[in-house]
């Protein structure tokens, strides 16, 4: 069984970098050919798909985020991470990691619970 978790602050302060941490066990995040995703949720609005690493190490990242996010892993730790620099409040939403199937805007088959990330002086 796949799971993932996400980690990190749940209050930012704007203009600061988010970051979040997101734990895989069941899978390695070098797997062939799966992708690992963070996806966001602002409340009142649907899912956002901002960026992706790939079981290679590629990354891809969706245009309206990608000047301000970076998305890493560590293998040794089968994690990866996302940040999201000069945050605004309109950064805040609850975030998932997900597993994506195949490509880098594949289904996604497993989610984390997400994690609430208010951005707010």
């Known amino acids: 069984q796949v799971q993932l978790r996400e980690s990190g602050l749940g209050l930012v302060k704007p203009s600061q970098t988010l970051s979040l941490t997101c734990n895989v066990s069941g899978d390695s995040v070098t797997t062939k050919y799966y992708y690992w995703y963070w996806i966001r949720q602002p409340p009142g609005k649907g899912l956002e798909w901002m960026g992706a690493?790939?079981?290679?190490?590629?990354?891809y990242y969706s245009p309206s985020f990608k000047s301000r996010t970076s998305i890493s892993r560590d293998t040794s730790k089968n994690q990866f991470t996302l940040q999201l620099t000069s945050v605004t409040p309109e950064d805040t939403a609850v975030y998932y990691c997900?597993?994506?199937?195949?490509?880098?805007?594949?289904?996604?088959?497993?989610w984390g619970q997400g994690t609430q990330v208010t951005v707010s002086s």
């Open positions: 690493i790939a079981y290679s190490g590629s990354t």
């Open positions: 997900a597993r994506g199937v195949g490509s880098s805007h594949g289904p996604a088959d497993y």
